[in-house]
């Protein structure tokens, strides 16, 4: 399941069978708000600890390719060609920060990708 961080929009890709029927509590790696996933409803609600921001889980942004993206540390979030570019320009990746999307075989640095390099 692909879910956003209620509090700053941060994308991450969390396995059904560790929300499904379950709540969930994950804390987000860009602004440090506790996520919660409550798995027990259909679809399942996420939603900040503090209650803020409640919304079904989302699914991958509708109109182009969506990209794996590997800030470090365990920290893989899902994200556009518009949200790597903004990435890149606030300096939170670079050309040496792995990415995969569907049709790679394997992780390649972001500078060998032509599709981000040109965006």
């Given amino acids: 399941m692909k879910i956003s961080c209620p509090a700053c929009s941060a994308k991450y890709s969390i396995a059904d069978d560790k929300v499904q029927e379950r709540l969930a509590k994950i804390r987000c790696r860009k602004c440090g708000a506790t996520i919660?996933?409550?798995?027990?409803?259909s679809p399942p609600h996420v939603y900040t600890a503090s209650g803020e921001g409640a919304e079904p889980a989302s699914t991958a942004e509708p109109g182009g390719p969506e990209y794996s993206v590997d800030f470090g540390e365990g920290d893989q979030r899902t994200m556009s060609v518009k949200e790597i570019v903004r990435a890149y320009h606030s300096g939170q990746i670079t050309g040496e920060t792995y990415v995969w999307t569907d049709g790679f075989t394997d992780w390649k640095p972001l500078s060998d990708v032509p599709e981000l390099v040109s965006a």
């Fill in 36 to 41: 919660v996933i409550d798995g027990k409803t």
